[in-house]
């Protein structure tokens, strides 16, 4: 129980540490190409997240064809 409570809590965190660290290290190397780096980072992390919280079902039926009138 106190994991589902933390987990919203601290997933935001962790994924602003990895993206520190990611740009961090990439600066390092690709100077002010690192943020292409951090999107690809960030994005995968947040769909990450996302199918971990939804399940694989959920996450397709957001991207099937709405059912139902346009109104």
Request: glycine residues 8%.
């Amino acid at each position: 129980m106190k994991e589902r409570i933390l987990s919203p809590i601290l997933a935001p965190i962790l994924v602003i540490a990895i993206g520190s660290f990611v740009a961090y290290v990439f600066h390092l190397f690709m100077n002010e190409w690192a943020w292409s780096v951090l999107a690809f980072v960030y994005w995968g992390s947040s769909f990450f997240i996302a199918y971990k919280a939804l399940g694989k079902e959920a996450i397709r039926s957001l991207f099937q064809k709405p059912i139902g009138s346009k109104g």
